[in-house]
């Protein structure tokens, strides 16, 4: 078994040294702007995800789109359906914690 430093290892993502992993460097930075516009982005790129899913799935039933393609596409989409509705949870449990406050 090799065993290979915890540092070196960070070292070398963060350098974008590991080969099928992006670098540090390649990651977006956070979102600026104000809340609505950044919840407004995310809802935008939400709907695009599931539109892309449902247009490789029907290139996919018409032999347009590979197997491969359409897996990709619909795993996609059930992520994003899964991460909104995490957040949407999260929104509504925040709303629900703020109304049970004493004033």
């Given at each position: 078994m090799v065993v290979v430093p915890l540092s070196g290892v960070a070292n070398a993502y963060?350098?974008?040294k590991?080969?099928?992993i992006a670098g540090a460097?390649?990651?977006a930075a956070?979102?600026?702007?104000?809340?609505p516009e950044i919840i407004?982005?995310?809802v935008k790129d939400a709907i695009a995800t599931m539109r892309n899913g449902e247009q490789v799935a029907a290139a996919g039933l018409q032999g347009k789109a590979s197997a491969q393609d359409v897996v990709?596409?619909?795993?996609?989409a059930e992520l994003t359906v899964q991460a909104v509705t995490?957040?949407?949870d999260k929104l509504v449990n925040a709303?629900?914690?703020i109304m049970r406050m004493p004033i």
């Open positions: 963060a350098a974008g590991m080969p099928g460097g390649d990651v956070p979102a600026q702007g104000s809340f407004g982005k995310a990709q596409a619909t795993l996609s995490t957040v949407r709303y629900l914690d």
